[in-house]
């Protein structure tokens, strides 16, 4: 092979790594470090030893730009995201129900909604069935789950 194909041959792989990342797999990719790989290999067995310590150069120092730019540029598009300051998964609001009563609007076997000052809450029991129209008390607020039990009428 002669000193354009290996040229051709490592520009193929670093295209098949760059297009990785935006086709996510492990095929392309691992056939893009494959091609880059043979092209260096051959250039050194086909004595081209100043094209083999070329294509070891650029592929070395390509190898952290396209670590950077996936995370500066890609990053925002694709996998990474930077959590949000301030951000809460848990409704608060939720906290301020404990102890408060309510009437089941579906049946809860065991979970279901009830209404609790006019507003509708996804709700759990400990195991309970509990029928439509009942009175439940929240006994328990663990983030977003709401435990209810039944209350003697």
């Not at 092209?39 to 030893?49: A, E, F, G, K, R």
């Not at 925002?76 to 939720?94: D, H, P, Q, V």
């Not at 709700?123 to 009175?135: A, P, Q, S």
């Amino acid at each position: 092979m002669g000193s354009i194909g290996l040229i051709l041959l490592f520009i193929i792989g670093m295209g098949a790594v760059i297009t990785e990342m935006f086709v996510p797999g492990m095929i392309i990719g691992i056939c893009g470090v494959v091609c880059i790989i043979t092209s260096i290999v051959l250039s050194y067995q086909n004595n081209h030893t100043i094209l083999g310590h070329l294509l070891v150069g650029c592929g070395l120092f390509s190898a952290p730009v396209l670590l950077i730019l996936w995370y500066k540029i890609f990053s925002k598009t694709f996998a990474i995201y930077e959590s949000e300051e301030g951000f809460s998964s848990t409704n608060e609001s939720l906290k301020n129900l404990l102890s408060a009563e309510g009437t089941t609007l579906t049946p809860l076997h065991p979970s279901g909604i009830i209404l609790i000052n006019g507003e509708r809450v996804d709700v759990v029991t400990r195991g309970e069935m509990i029928d439509k129209n009942k009175k439940v008390k929240v006994i328990e607020v663990e983030g977003n789950r709401v435990v209810v039990k039944a209350v003697s009428s």
